[in-house]
């Protein structure tokens, strides 16, 4: 039984509410920090806890606190990215909806490390039920003395807010984030400055993940030399993830890091296996921007060793063999799924959430919908797919923000792995309306080299 850190108490009821938190141990991290730490041992325990983003791309969470500016008489901020919109990930959605004060009490020790004596939580527009959670809660802790003025008398001041976002996909990176919450329209800024620099309302700003914000709890309640005993290597601690797609057992679980792709899947305790008695096909790891990995890929490495739900376990092998991490958002696919049909609605979903910023991403999105539609549709020819690696391939690193390589790299792997699955559509137009490719290749582990058509 792998150990949990945040969903410990996940089923006690009425841990939403702040009395069974603090029966629970909650705040304790609070009173630990404001009343024997300086913010910069604060920051200091979360650099060597070895916590890495857990919004996706995994950077070193205490070094980029260590980044942030501080120019005498200037604003700090904190910012919590809760727009989690990445097709495949719930995790976030889950923790604000059944421990919300996991997450304050999180933002008050983070704030504190920083300095920041406003702080916000953006939640992405649909979550209404989560946002009125939130607010709920805040105002619990706020009326419990945990938030405000004078925080446990020790001079800390803190107001804590939570806004909600426009439903758009964009403002979960964070410059297009902070333009959303100043008002404007939420377009990725041109870096640098970083917003460490140059943040929300042009001050020294860090912005991070519901995950991460939440997993400063445990680091500073137990000590960050032991959290980093959890995990493996450079991927220390626990990690939630999405679990969907055709599991017997979808959902969120924690997991500690290093944990068997192979066991994660088929195990009792976590998703029990593929649904129906059915084989594995194919995942997405990491929600849907990061490459898909064929079933053999995505249990062993292409030397046949097992692969781990780390962050460099995943990547082994770069695009060519491996993927990401990412945000955790988990999907599998058995053997009656369709690889073209699944490209083409991701796809469908990035041109739809485009900012329009840059052309690359702008007409690139579409151009790759069109394509893709056509070839599902029973239109396509062998041209196309060639077209559509070529797109791809030029809207990759030509963008102001990761949302272009978040639309190609899943094209990219479609195409890379299931190029005879393309193929077929286009040369069984009729049969492919009708009827799924199936396994072919893809499902035995290690018995077909994988197609390595480099960029």
């Not at 992405?124 to 939130?134: A, S, T």
Request: aromatic share 8%; net charge negative.
């Amino acid at each position: 039984m792998s150990r949990k850190l945040l969903l410990e108490h996940i089923n006690v009821p009425g841990i939403n509410t702040l009395e069974v938190y603090r029966q629970k141990g909650g705040y304790r991290a609070v009173e630990k920090a404001l009343k024997t730490l300086t913010p910069e041992e604060v920051v200091e325990e979360v650099k060597k806890s070895g916590l890495r983003g857990r919004g996706g791309a995994g950077f070193p969470t205490g070094m980029k606190w260590s980044f942030l500016a501080k120019p005498e008489g200037v604003a700090r901020y904190l910012v919590c990215n809760a727009d989690e919109s990445e097709p495949g990930t719930f995790k976030d959605r889950y923790l604000m909806t059944y421990i919300p004060h996991a997450l304050i009490e999180g933002m008050i020790v983070s704030s504190f490390a920083l300095g920041a004596k406003v702080s916000y939580i953006y939640v992405r527009g649909e979550m209404m039920p989560q946002i009125r959670i939130l607010e709920k809660a805040i105002a619990e802790a706020k009326a419990a003395g945990w938030l405000g003025k004078n925080i446990l008398g020790t001079g800390y001041d803190l107001e804590l807010y939570v806004q909600p976002g426009g439903g758009a996909y964009i403002c979960g990176e964070e410059t297009a984030l902070l333009e959303s919450l100043e008002g404007k329209r939420g377009n990725p800024r041109i870096k640098p400055p970083f917003p460490a620099i140059a943040g929300l309302y042009g001050c020294p700003t860090v912005v991070n993940n519901v995950e991460s914000i939440a997993a400063v709890v445990p680091i500073i309640n137990d000590g960050g030399d032991e959290y980093a005993k959890i995990g493996i290597g450079r991927s220390t601690g626990t990690k939630l993830i999405s679990a969907s797609g055709n599991l017997v057992k979808p959902g969120v679980y924690e997991i500690e890091l290093g944990l068997p792709v192979e066991e994660f899947i088929y195990s009792d305790e976590y998703c029990g296996g593929i649904a129906n008695g059915k084989r594995l096909k194919a995942t997405v790891a990491g929600g849907s921007s990061v490459p898909i990995l064929p079933a053999n890929l995505t249990l062993k490495y292409a030397n046949g060793e097992p692969r781990l739900m780390s962050y460099e376990s995943l990547a082994e092998g770069g695009f060519a063999t491996g993927t990401m991490l990412g945000s955790g958002g988990f999907i599998a696919f058995d053997e009656d799924q369709c690889i073209v049909r699944n490209t083409w609605n991701f796809s469908r979903f990035y041109h739809h959430e485009s900012c329009g910023q840059c052309s690359p991403c702008r007409e690139g999105t579409g151009w790759m919908e069109k394509i893709l539609h056509k070839i599902e549709h029973g239109h396509g020819t062998m041209d196309d797919v060639d077209l559509l690696w070529d797109v791809q391939r030029k809207i990759e690193g030509n963008t102001i923000c990761p949302l272009g390589d978040a639309a190609a790299w899943p094209v990219a792997s479609a195409i890379r792995h299931f190029r005879d699955e393309f193929e077929w559509h286009i040369k069984e137009p009729v049969k492919s309306q009708n009827q799924n490719y199936g396994l072919a290749n893809y499902a035995n582990p290690i018995e077909k080299a994988p197609v390595t058509e480099e960029k």
